[in-house]
Each structure stands twice: as structure tokens, then as C-alpha cells.
């Protein structure tokens, strides 16, 4: 029987650890995920409380008050209003009083063409985060900027109907799926590998 090889052998086993470590940190992920969802939904009953100078995981989902200041540039993206009719959300740039930069969803309309005449002003809504966050890559290498907070307004800019409040059961939890593609690339890569063993073999 022909030796093993040395340095393919070497090479498969650290594509092996490395894809298995990916799988426990999508299932170690998986779990904090879970304690984030419980505590947005557990933010969802709690009284308004004044916008928090920085946005952690921990207040999203949180009821707050904020005053836009310097209403900004507005721009849409695809929503629903309260009464889950699709639209358009209109969402405007502000700057706070002391500076701070957040973007409120002031509400939906069925015409792209609507042009909200809001002027700013003190508002109360649902935390929530900007569209885009980081990628899977940023994170593992400690580069995941915070992303953008995201007030959705309980009282709509005139001409536009009020937004869906922000559900934490839609946030996306697909970490335990990446979890068995990771462990099933490890399996198949051993598989691959013995048999390439067994044929060098004969």
C-alpha cells in the first residue's frame, strides 16, 4: 500500500478545521440571536424612552422619542403600511439637536411620485437599523461598522400612510442552516478525500 501524502493530507485536514470552526460559530451565532430576538421583543412593550446616543443590539426594537432638527435628503425603498398595504417608505437624513445623524421612515405611499412636505420636529417610534449592515466577512475580521439607526414613526408625514412597526420575528436566523452546510462540506471533503486515498492506493 502507497503511502499517504503528506502535504495533500495536511491541506484537507485544515480546510476540514477550519470549515468545521465555521459551523460551531454559525451555531454559537445562532444563539446569540436568539437572546437578541427575546430582548427586541421584549422592547416592543416598553414605554418610549429618549433615542439613545449610541445604538446597540440591546435597544432595537425600543419605542423612542427623537427631533429632527435638519431634515435632509429623502429617499424610498420598498414597505408596508399598518395596514400592510405594499408602497413605497419615504425615509429622510436628520440631524438631532446635538448633532446625532439618524433616518426616519415617515410612512408609506402607493405613488412613487408622493413628495412628503415634512419640516421636521420631535417624533416617537420604533428602533430599528438602516437596510445593509455589515457582511458575514466584516464581522470576522472586527471591521462590522454599527449601522445607521432607523426610527420607523407611529405618525406618518402628511400624505403618506404610517409604516409597519418593525417585527423582531422577521429578523433572519438562517445560522443553523449555514451551520449543516459547513459540517456537510467537512464530511464530504473526508469522503472525497479517502476515496482519492483508496483509488491511489489500487
Excluded at 38 to 56: K, V, Y
Excluded at 138 to 163: C, F, K, Q
Aim: glycine content about 8%.
Amino acid at each position: 500500500m502507497k503511502r499517504v501524502p503528506v502535504l495533500p493530507t495536511i491541506v484537507v485536514l485544515l480546510a476540514v478545521a477550519a470549515m468545521v470552526a465555521l459551523g460551531l460559530w454559525q451555531v454559537q451565532r445562532r444563539g446569540e440571536k436568539e437572546a437578541l430576538i427575546a430582548r427586541a421583543t421584549a422592547n416592543l412593550d416598553r414605554p418610549p424612552m429618549p433615542l439613545p446616543a449610541r445604538i446597540t443590539d440591546e435597544s432595537l426594537f425600543a419605542r423612542v422619542t427623537a427631533t429632527c432638527a435638519t431634515p435632509g435628503d429623502w429617499t424610498m425603498a420598498a414597505g408596508r403600511s399598518v395596514d400592510d398595504q405594499p408602497g413605497y417608505r419615504h425615509i429622510v437624513a436628520c440631524r438631532s439637536p446635538n448633532g446625532q445623524r439618524l433616518r426616519l421612515d415617515m410612512g408609506v405611499a402607493a405613488d412613487p411620485k408622493v413628495r412628503p412636505d415634512w419640516r421636521g420636529g420631535a417624533i416617537t417610534g420604533t428602533l430599528s437599523q438602516m437596510p445593509g449592515g455589515p457582511t458575514l466577512f466584516d464581522r470576522m475580521i472586527g471591521r462590522a461598522a454599527p449601522a445607521e439607526p432607523l426610527i420607523v414613526s407611529d405618525t406618518a408625514a402628511p400624505g403618506l400612510s404610517p409604516s409597519r412597526r418593525p417585527n423582531p420575528a422577521n429578523l433572519p436566523d438562517h445560522h443553523l442552516a449555514y451551520a449543516i452546510q459547513w459540517f456537510a462540506f467537512a464530511l464530504g471533503a473526508v469522503i472525497i478525500y479517502l476515496l482519492a486515498l483508496r483509488r491511489r492506493s489500487r
